[in-house]
T-cell receptor, first 113, second 107 residues
Framework: EAQVTQNPRYLITVTGKKLTVTCSQN?????MSWYRQDPGLGLRQIYY???????DKGDVPEGYKVSRKEKRNFPLILESPSPNQTSLYFC????????????FGDGTRLSIL | AQRVTQPEKLLSVFKGAPVELKCNYS??????LFWYVQYSRQRLQLLLR??SRESIKGFTADLNKGETSFHLKKPFAQEEDSAMYYC?????????FGSGTKLNVKP
């Protein structure tokens, strides 16, 4: 089944403790992206990647890092999480072509205490 | 700066009534616009994209460049249409989403 898989689905952690949220897709998509969803703000793009070793900032990249060493994986790294990064995070992938639909994961709910 | 505005947080209609979910955007080029939907306990998924001019599940959306709008319409709402709807704009591989409208279709 074609899908985008995120792990973990839920995480409660403390300020400053590095964490990584993994994202994997099995559709051989070049484009992958991370979003955060906050009440009243909708989805805001954090980072995106056009292909392996090609990443770029979205609207809200501060406090996040990403890497794209393999086509299928696009982990989101919070080196020193803070409470304002408490949010619902979504990973998405898309085939080549700007009008192709994005396929979303189920989301990861992060709570930073 | 690119921006997508969905002015209604919640829209309640009765089954069989027409529904229109508003989306306005600001963009200085030729936009690529989408509607995404999230049903309860399901993933966000594409509903419509303006370039294909299609009708999905009875929904249509017309791009009005003069009014910079991309409103989503359906002539007769069904209870299964109840969901969260997001309008999105794509610009040079970046995406901008509106804050979403929750559609509640009452029996």
């Amino acid at each position: 089944e074609a899908q985008v898989t995120q792990n973990p689905r839920y995480l409660i952690t403390v300020t400053g403790k590095k964490l990584t949220v993994t994202c994997s897709q099995n559709m051989n998509h070049e484009y992958m992206s991370w979003y955060r969803q906050d009440p009243g703000l909708g989805l805001r793009q954090i980072y995106y990647s056009m292909n392996v070793e090609v990443t770029d900032k979205g609207d809200v990249p501060e406090g996040y890092k990403v890497s794209r060493k393999e086509k299928r994986n696009f982990p989101l790294i919070l080196e020193s999480p803070s409470p304002n990064q408490t949010s619902l995070y979504f990973c998405a992938s898309r085939g080549s072509g700007r009008t192709q639909p994005q396929h979303f994961g189920d989301g990861t709910r992060l709570s930073i205490l | 700066a690119q921006r997508v505005t969905q002015p209604e947080k919640l829209l309640s209609v009765f089954k069989g009534a027409p529904v229109e979910l508003k989306c306005n955007y600001s963009y200085s080029g030729s936009p690529e616009l989408f509607w995404y939907v999230q049903y309860s306990r399901q993933r966000l998924q594409l509903l419509l994209r303006h370039i294909s001019r299609e009708s999905i599940k009875g929904f249509t959306a017309d791009l009005n460049k003069g009014e910079t709008s991309f409103h989503l319409k359906k002539p007769f709402a069904q209870e299964e249409d109840s969901a969260m709807y997001y309008c999105a704009l794509s610009s040079f591989n970046k995406f901008y989403f509106g804050s979403g409208t929750k559609l509640n279709v009452k029996p």
